[in-house]
């Protein structure tokens, strides 16, 4: 108990479990969308097309992650354009992005001038590095989208469960789907740094599919959805200091281990 105490009396720490709270809120959120509107491959591509940018990004000398963020917000619209306007199925125009992404990404490194940067915390998280820069952003996403969720929020219910009645309602269904694929976007790129480019995606399903164990209601499935990606973070924050291993895969793992708890605590209260 001590230990843990001792902990928060460092301030990578702190900005970790800080980093725990808002990717839970945002990918709660946001993960429930995915996941009702059964668009997860469609996140998968953009999460993977960011990559694309954290190269131009260390090529140009920026900050890769607003190269990340730029590179997955103009993915996410050409997946949208691609497939609602260019005549081009979604799962082939999912993978054409998914794929120039990862090439670009590639291609820009390699030409960096210098040493190759060290990747892994792009593409496996780092959540003890979170700076307090990216603290400031990720909590201004995570008001966006509570507010966003909270003003349109049954427009957004529609849309989700039931396009097609939506645009017979006459809702603005193209403009909100732009509107959601940006904010996705962002969700997916201000995240990569607690989990990485290869698991993010999992952190904006697996807790919804453990709040779907539970409910089948759309806002009580956002705010437990909420609540379990917290639980799952932190607990892997906390077991991957004490197992002294990387903090991206534990967190996922912790989730894993939490939907498998509910799930067979469900099948035993069954019998």
């Known amino acids: 108990m001590g230990t843990l105490i001792n902990l928060f009396s460092y301030g990578f720490f702190i900005n970790a479990m800080l980093a725990s709270v808002l990717a839970a809120v945002s990918c709660g959120i946001i993960g429930t969308y995915i996941v009702s509107r059964r668009i997860v491959f469609i996140s998968g591509g953009i999460t993977h097309a960011s990559f694309g940018g954290i190269g131009m990004g260390y090529f140009f000398g920026m900050n890769p992650l607003l190269g990340a963020a730029i590179f997955a917000v103009f993915s996410g619209i050409g997946i949208q354009l691609f497939s609602s306007h260019g005549k081009v199925r979604e799962d082939s125009s999912i993978a054409i992005w998914w794929s120039l992404g ?5 291609i820009f490194i390699y030409l960096t001038p ?36 909270t003003v349109f929020y049954r427009t957004i219910l529609y849309i989700a469960f039931d396009e097609e009645f939506a645009r017979a309602s006459g809702l603005p269904v193209g403009l909100f789907n732009y509107l959601l694929i940006g904010l996705i976007s962002l969700t997916i790129v201000l995240n990569i740094r607690v989990v990485g480019i290869i698991l993010i995606l999992s952190l904006l399903t697996i807790p919804q599919a453990s709040a779907n164990l539970l409910t089948k209601s759309f ?47 469900k099948m035993i209260a069954k019998f």
């Open 114 to 149: 210098g040493y190759a940067p060290n990747l892994m915390s792009y593409l496996f998280g780092s959540i003890l590095t979170v700076s307090a820069g990216e603290l400031w952003l990720m909590g201004a996403l995570a008001v966006l989208l509570l507010l966003f969720f």
């Open 102 to 106: 990862m090439a670009i990404g590639i």
């Open 219 to 265: 806002r009580p499935m956002m705010v437990l959805s909420v609540v379990f990606a917290f639980v799952g973070s932190f607990s892997g924050l906390l077991f991957s200091y004490w197992a002294d291993i990387p903090s991206g895969a534990t967190i996922i793992f912790t989730q894993v281990l939490l939907f498998g708890l509910i799930k067979g605590t």
